[in-house]
């Protein structure tokens, strides 16, 4: 696919997802205590419960889930620049938490829960607004019972890489 094909694409895909998504919000605890990592995605995905509002806030979204992955979609916007021009760090930071937290969730199964005990980020190259969307894939490196690993990458449609992360997040529940 050439470029423009890719964006057409991309653009397809984050419009059939957000479609489909309710109004940003929080579920309860009694909401998801019930279930899987994946369960709580595909209701996400279906419509049945709220995605985050953080990704209203810095304008991304789910793109797809499965076991031991998660990919987002973000638009980088004039709205995240920093004093130089560019798109903050802490927006890269946050894209790149949400995938490799979310691909850490969807390996759990129900009444378990993670956090984030460390994130690492790499920024390679400076992101601006006239790049229309990039994605953040996040994969699980290792699920074990306390403790789970991710990494994951932002990269634009034209597959150039904006930055790389690792995460240890605990496993609790």
Known sequence: MDLD?????WEQEEQSVRARLMAPGVASTEQ??????MEMFKAIFAGELPPPPI???LDFVPIHMEPGVAIFQG??????YNPL?????????????????????TTLPAGR??????????????????????RAEGKVIHAGKQ?????GRIVG???KLYAHATTTCLVFG
């Open 5 to 9: 094909e890719v964006i057409a694409s």
């Open 32 to 37: 998801v205590r019930s279930l899987s990592g």
């Open 55 to 57: 990704g209203e806030t």
């Open 75 to 80: 638009r980088p916007q004039l709205r995240h």
């Open 85 to 105: 021009g560019t798109v903050h760090g802490g927006w890269f930071a946050t894209l790149l938490d949400s995938a490799v937290g979310c691909a850490v969730h």
């Open 113 to 134: 829960g993670y956090t984030t005990l460390e994130l690492k980020v790499n920024m390679v190259r400076a992101l601006n607004k006239d790049v229309p969307f990039v």
């Open 147 to 151: 403790v789970a690993t991710a990494e």
């Open 157 to 159: 449609p034209d597959g």
